[in-house]
């Protein structure tokens, strides 16, 4: 219990630096120092830098999989907003994933066909969430506007937080949450959808735009 206890501490140290100051800027001492541990101790448990982001790589896979999962079922607009805010804060959590993925790949290869079917699950997922909203109605979208919908919603959650970080520091706030970047990530469905679900769009509009 005692060495499952200081793994898990050893990761959280780690996820919070990482995503604080970057992956390549932290060092195994770093680590260890915030865990409040010795150098020998965490080498005990992880013996290089790479076995720790290949451990936090696999815990945000199991964290963002039931998101992508609930994606692929829904049928309705506010389905897709809470989805994609279950998205947003599982990258969140873990925002060296997709901020730092240059850095990753070239340093770790050993991830990067992972890396690769996890973006891809989320294609399957927002692809299959569109057609399902065209075929229910939400939406008046051909097969080809489902696929360029589906790639814009991707490449939203896997570069939103590294574009936040380009914006100026005073535009920053609340609107950088996993809520406001779900909902911009949502208005790329607008001019597709119809009926009662538009009402819902101008809900979110009032909410985070009001």
Not at 45 to 61: A, M, N
Request: proline fraction near 3%.
């Amino acid at each position: 219990m005692a060495g499952s206890t200081t793994r898990d501490r050893i990761l959280e140290s780690a996820l919070a630096l990482f995503n604080r100051e970057g992956v390549a800027a932290v060092s195994t001492h770093r680590i260890a120092t915030e865990t409040d541990i010795s150098p020998g101790n965490l080498h005990y448990h992880f013996k290089t830098k790479q076995q720790i982001v290949e451990r936090l790589f696999r815990r945000f896979e199991h964290r963002i999989a039931p998101c992508l999962e609930a994606a692929a079922g829904v049928a309705a607009i506010d389905d897709v907003w809470l989805t994609l805010h279950m998205t947003f804060e599982a990258i969140d959590a873990y925002r060296f994933v997709y901020r730092d993925i240059a850095y990753l790949l070239h340093e770790y290869p050993a991830i990067e066909a992972d890396a690769q079917a996890l973006v891809t699950a989320n294609l399957i997922s927002s692809r299959e969430a569109c057609a399902r909203l065209a075929a229910a109605g939400v939406l008046r979208a051909t097969i080809e506007d489902v696929e360029m919908l589906a790639l814009q919603m991707v490449f939203t959650t896997t570069c939103w937080f590294s574009f936040t970080r380009l914006t100026p520091r005073d535009a920053r706030s609340d609107h950088a949450g996993p809520g406001f970047a779900a909902y911009y990530t949502l208005t790329l469905l607008s001019p597709y959808v119809v009926g009662e679900a538009r009402d819902y769009l101008n809900y979110l509009r009032g909410k985070y735009l009001g």
